[in-house]
Every structure is written in structure tokens, then in C-alpha cells.
């Protein structure tokens, strides 16, 4: 099975930025869509971003304009450059591996904290 290490959460101020990375083990990396989801206190897990095998990508309305999403095959990573973070977007993040839609595994979430 493939695992997924998140890494590079943690407290940052109004206007900053983090640069979140997701580590996934297994030979089907390259052929899986890679995305970040969060879940805030209180309020739905929502898609933040994803990109296919092929690098197309995908972004919440929220974040578009603020946070990159890219990935390198080689080191089988897919990585979540945020940039001028607003409180809002304080959550729990998580990465997600998926095939079509019959396999997808998840990351164990990590922190992230904006403060005003």
C-alpha cells in the first residue's frame, strides 16, 4: 500500500506563507491525481487544490491566486505553497492519492494556524 507523510504545518501570521509537502511511497504514484483537502472547526472538508498524473490542476475559489499545488514525480512528492494566508484558512490539512475512483488512500492531516 502507499503512504502519505505530511509535513510543514504550523503557526504562521496574517500574510505569510508555508509550504506544505506530502511524501507517498509506492510505484503508482506517477499515475495517481494528488490533492490537498482541509477541515476547519466546525465546517466540511473541502477539496483545496489537486493535480492529475498529467499536471492539470485544480483549485478552491477560496485559494485560487494564493496557493500552488505541484508535485515531482522523482521524489515522489506533491507539495502546497501558500501564500498570503488569511485566518480562514486555519485547518486541519490533508493529502490524497487517488486512481479513478476506485482507490484512494489519505495522510494523517497536519495542522495549520494563521493568526491575525
Known amino acids: 500500500q502507499v503512504q502519505l507523510v505530511e509535513s510543514g504545518g504550523g503557526l504562521v501570521q496574517l500574510g505569510g506563507s508555508l509550504r506544505l509537502s506530502c511524501g507517498a511511497s509506492?510505484?503508482?504514484?506517477?499515475?495517481?491525481?494528488m490533492a490537498w483537502y482541509r477541515q476547519a472547526p466546525g465546517k466540511q472538508r473541502e477539496l483545496v487544490a489537486a493535480v492529475t498524473s498529467g499536471g492539470r490542476t485544480t483549485y478552491a475559489d477560496s485559494v485560487k491566486g494564493r496557493f500552488t499545488i505541484s508535485r515531482d514525480n522523482a521524489k515522489n512528492t506533491v507539495y502546497l505553497q501558500m501564500n498570503s494566508l488569511k485566518p480562514e484558512d486555519t485547518a486541519v490539512y490533508s493529502c490524497?492519492?487517488?486512481?479513478?475512483?476506485?482507490?484512494?488512500?489519505w495522510g494523517q492531516g497536519i495542522q495549520v494556524t494563521v493568526s491575525s
Open positions: 509506492g510505484s503508482i504514484f506517477s499515475f495517481a491525481t
Open positions: 490524497n492519492a487517488a486512481l479513478g475512483t476506485m482507490w484512494n488512500i
